[in-house]
Every structure is written in C-alpha cells, then in structure tokens.
T-cell receptor, first 115, second 115 residues
Framework: DTGVSQDPRHKITKRGQNVTFRCDPI?????LYWYRQTLGQGPEFLTY????????KSRLLSDRFSAERPKGSFSTLEIQRTEQGDSAMYLC?????????????FGPGTRLTVL | AQKITQTQPGMFVQEKEAVTLDCTYD???????LFWYKQPSSGEMIFLIY??????QNATEGRYSLNFQKARKSANLVISASQLGDSAMYFC????????????FGTGTRLQVFP
C-alpha cells in the first residue's frame, strides 16, 4: 500500500495556459476526490468519482475545470485558461466505500502558482 | 447551511500536557459523520478520528479522543500527552447523510507543542 500519489508536486504556469494534474489512488480504493486548498483555509470540495463515474461536482467549479477517471484507477484534473485566482494546493484523496468510516486518504497535493 | 466552525486559529501546549481543539458544526441532516485530520507542514492530510452522528459513545484512537456533544453540535478533539510531533494544522470536517460523500472542512487550528 503505497498511498495516494500526485504528480506534479509543484506547477508554475502563466495566466491563460492549460494545466493537468494526475492522481493515483490507493489501489483497492473505488472512490476518488479532488479538493482545492488556499492559504489559511481548509480544503474545499471540487468533485468525486466512484470508479469511473463522476458522482458530484461542486457548483463553485468553473467550466474551465474538468476531471476524468477513465478506467476507474488514476484521475486527471485539467484547468483551462488558468487565472491567478486558481493558485492553490490541489489535493486528491481516495477511499473504499466498504471501510468502517469510508475515511478519505489524502495525497501530498499539487501546488499550482499562476503568474 | 452546512458549515464547520473552528474558532481557535492557534493553540499552544506544553509537551506531555493535554489540549482540546474546538469544532462546532451546523446541519439539519440527522445523519452525518465528523472527522479530524492533521496536516503537518509537509501538506499531507492525515486521518485521525471519526464520529458518526448515531454513535452513542465518544470515539477514541490512541491519544486522540473526540468529545461529541450532539445537542451543542460540537465535536472537540482532545489530544492527551502532547508530543512535539503533534505540532501541525488540525482540521475538523463533516460528511453529510446519504446523498453525498464530500467533506466540508473548517478553517483549521494551528497547534504548537513546546518543550
């Protein structure tokens, strides 16, 4: 069990560019979540998947954001036409819905800086 | 509106002493779960403890216990015998009933343990 991994760990981009982040969940976990965390705040929910199905998406999520989990394993989060307000830590988490608490295990995050 | 409130931006505690981190929540849903996570400076969120809304007893996990007062809508984390390695941000989070799996986080409390 190697834990949740995210790539890249850091990304610096210019405003208007597209960026894509990858998340590899814990292997037996069927649920995968994306959160965004800005400085001084707790994580904010973006979206989550059960296997390959996207079950919920935050209403706060702009149309510039899209997430996929095509084979029910790894997931990608793409941000198109980045804005300075997108600068944040993007956290991925996974869980197994048959565990006692369905607790979410988090990855180390991808820190995005938009210049 | 569903919300988590953590009113202590920062707390100090001496090594080996106990400390309580406050968390209040707001929901009208009768079924919910409450979580505490630790976020060290490395950034990775670490699951600590869980309390379900129908659980009759307060949850405990090693040095962590949750003081659950349902009528007051509070779920305070108690850390006994603090260690230097406990210095971190601590987040309280809530998962609502049956139709969603997302977590709603508070703004966190920074705990500093001194020798």
């Amino acid at each position: 069990d190697t834990g949740v991994s995210q790539d890249p760990r850091h990304k610096i981009t210019k405003r208007g560019q597209n960026v894509t982040f990858r998340c590899d969940p814990i292997s037996e976990h069927n649920r995968l979540y994306w959160y965004r965390q800005t400085l001084g705040q707790g994580p904010e929910f973006l979206t989550y998947f059960q296997n390959e199905a996207q079950l919920e998406k935050s209403r706060l999520l702009s149309d510039r954001f899209s997430a996929e989990r095509p084979k029910g394993s790894f997931s990608t989060l793409e941000i198109q036409r980045t804005e300075q307000g997108d600068s944040a830590m993007y956290l991925c988490a996974s869980s197994w819905d048959r565990s006692s608490y369905n607790e979410q295990f988090f990855g180390p995050g991808t820190r995005l800086t938009v210049l | 509106a569903q919300k988590i409130t953590q009113t202590q931006p920062g707390m100090f505690v001496q090594e080996k002493e106990a400390v309580t981190l406050d968390c209040t929540y707001d929901t009208s849903d009768p079924s919910y779960g409450l979580f505490w996570y630790k976020q060290p400076s490395s950034g990775e969120m670490i699951f600590l403890i869980y309390q379900g809304s129908y659980d009759q007893q307060n949850a405990t996990e090693g040095r962590y216990s949750l003081n659950f007062q349902k009528a007051r809508k509070s779920a305070n984390l108690v850390i006994s015998a603090s260690q230097l390695g406990d210095s971190a941000m601590y987040f309280c989070a809530m998962r609502l009933g049956y139709n969603t799996d997302k977590l709603i986080f508070g703004t966190g409390t920074r705990l500093q343990v001194f020798p």
